[in-house]
């Protein structure tokens, strides 16, 4: 683990798994709170690394002192649940050298009762003897290669509050400043941090920049045109939101996220029927469990519940209650859900 300042987290995190393992190494990178006090509880192996902003520096730095068969790592705000620390103990009284990396799913985002809402899968278990590397300074990677698996265990992300920092847009502009070359993938990570900074039209100059590379990630060329399809709509650009929900299509075959989105546009603009069209096609595709991002919410909460407001606008009273009980049943404690329930029974 590298870490930093992470005194309301790092016991949490350590506690939920610290048995499993045989060393635990931590690399601070400047901490002026109680971490590494904290940190001495479940570990000595602890390191001091000078921050030069760059995560995968500080990375490799603690990869470079395991001294196991495969090394896991963690970031500070990521715990094991009891049913995912079981699966992961069994998993290393079982496992030998066949695998190089061992994909584990990581849960990062989840509804008002606690459903998992946003997963995907990351290389979380790597054979130390393949040397695997980290790159680029912010949202580092491992460069998958050798005999991958993937593992029904899950890391869940547990922070509460999500503070918005500076640091990773400030890296870019450093890296602006020196100039550096700029790969696609930095391209992409950097339109995604000044679309949450706000910069709407300067995320649409950098994410169009990375499309035309032609050389990104499949999945991440869906979520860039799903960022310019929500830029546009932010700028007033109806039809330029729309067109790059379509554009989705030149990557794969369409998804049920991309057809709710472009149901939302529609439903927004009150072209009801329209909206009703691809909410009900979203409902025909498969689950897309198996790309890159799951967002659940996709699969069945969000058609049915739009689909209960287009249908009430068009007033087929019917369907409408029917997508309305339908998504109750998905989620009961929803807010939108109890809002309609009372619409209804006031009706």
Known sequence: MIVKDEEDNISKCLKSCYKLFDEIIIVDTGSTDKTKKIVKKYTNIIY????VDDFSAARNYAFSFATMDYIMWLDTDDILKEEDYQKLKKLKQTMNNEYDIIMLKYNIAFDESGMQTFSYYRERLLKRSKNYKWNDRVH???????NLKREDIAITHDKKTIEKSNRNLNIYKQMIL????FTPRNLYYYGRELYEHGDYEETVKVLTKFIKT??????????????????YNLLNKLDDSKIYLYKTFNYDIPRKKTTCLIGNIFLNNQEYSKAIYWYNLSLTLKSNKESGFYESDYDYFIPYINLCVAY???????KALKYHELSKLVKPDNELVKYNDVYFKQR
């Open 48 to 51: 001091n690394f000078k921050w």
């Open 214 to 231: 032609k050389k990104g990630w499949v999945e991440d060329n869906i979520n860039t045109c799903y960022l310019l399809s929500n830029c």
């Open 140 to 146: 580092e990677y491992i460069e998958l290669s050798g």
């Open 178 to 181: 020196k100039k550096e070359d």
């Open 312 to 318: 009430d606008k068009v007033g087929d009273d019917n």
